[in-house]
């Protein structure tokens, strides 16, 4: 996985356990997609500083994934979800209108619909 998108990701997992000003900080740099000097101009703070607090909430981001494995677990979770859609496409049932195939093709679009909101 791409590192900002992977960053970005445990932003979204573990953001709230940072501080109120690294999770904004984070947030504008990898969310927002804010330079280090755009980012220092609107908080008013150096540069410098907005670097090191990138720097330092990226490592405590990583120290929670590496405890915790939410992220990975997600992203396992999601590649089996796409597997089992891709299975369940690949069944075509006997009988086109049947009951049971109105089942089982609202649930492919309901697992579809899931797949492409993560």
Request: with cysteine.
């Amino acid at each position: 996985m791409e590192e900002c998108a992977e960053v970005a990701m445990m932003l979204d997992f573990y953001g709230q356990l940072l501080t109120h000003r690294q999770y904004e900080i984070l947030d504008l740099y990898y969310n927002s997609d804010f330079s280090l000097g755009e980012i220092a101009g609107q908080l008013n703070i150096s540069r410098q500083g907005v670097y090191d607090s990138v720097k330092k909430g990226k490592e405590a981001l990583k120290r929670f994934e590496e405890k915790l494995g939410l992220v990975k677990r997600f992203s396992i979770h999601g590649e089996a979800l796409h597997e089992v859609l891709v299975n369940l496409q690949q069944i075509q049932p006997k009988q086109k209108e049947s009951q049971e195939s109105k089942i089982i093709q609202d649930s492919i679009d309901r697992l579809k619909k899931a797949i492409d909101d993560l």
